[in-house]
């Protein structure tokens, strides 16, 4: 299967499926913290209307910075320089791309007011992490994640997280456990 993580620079999701055989790359506007042969550094819009691969699946990670409600009390100077109209389009291009199976991944989010509400919301303690970050998932073509390990204390690590240049970066990592379970079970989607 050919599978396509958009917005992921670590290559956690990316690895996952390629190591159940997939023909899976990353793309993002940051270097890739894995291999880089299997990552494209750029635009991945650019990078879909460009591309003659024909994708099976597309796991897409949008960054959450200007659509987490977690920053809520910053939402109305994003409104008005219109970063936050620009990330809903961007999320609205993902959803939209001619790909038959699609997860979109971000955390509690204006997506679900402004776009529609998400078909699933995870935490990584259903997939053997102890630790709380509801994640949504909008899905198209996918059936929703079955939890893999549930696990107790119920940690909020990455809410706690102290301030530092590399914060946004540790914090938008998706868990291994997560992404075992999507390879495991989306993988086999086709």
């Known amino acids: 299967m050919n599978v396509l993580i958009a917005c992921e620079y670590s290559a956690t999701v990316r690895d996952a499926f390629r190591s ?3 023909n899976a790359w990353s793309c993002d ?6 291999d880089r042969r299997w990552h494209h550094e750029g635009d991945v819009i650019e990078f879909l209307n460009h591309t003659h691969m024909n994708w099976d699946l597309m796991i897409a990670h949008p960054p959450c910075t200007d659509l987490a409600v ?5 939402f109305a100077e994003k409104i008005a320089d219109g970063r936050q109209q620009r ?4 999320v609205q291009a993902l959803l939209h791309a ?5 997860a979109l991944e971000n ?5 679900s007011s ?14 053997g992490h102890g630790e709380t970050k509801a994640t949504c998932l909008w899905l198209k ?8 390990n549930i696990v107790e204390g119920r940690s909020d690590r990455i809410h706690k997280m102290p301030p530092g240049p590399n914060r946004w970066k540790e914090r938008s990592r998706t868990y291994q456990g997560i992404a075992d379970a999507m390879a495991e079970q989306w993988g086999n989607a086709a």
């Open 70 to 74: 977690s920053g809520a009390r910053h």
């Open 29 to 34: 506007i940051l270097p890739s913290e894995g």
């Open 107 to 111: 955390p509690i989010s204006v997506i």
């Open 141 to 148: 073509g996918l059936p929703k994640l079955v939890p893999t």
């Open 87 to 90: 990330a809903l389009e961007f």
């Open 114 to 127: 402004k776009i529609r509400k998400p078909d699933q919301i995870i935490q990584p303690w259903q997939f």
């Open 98 to 102: 001619p790909i038959p199976r699609i």
């Open 20 to 22: 159940k055989g997939h």
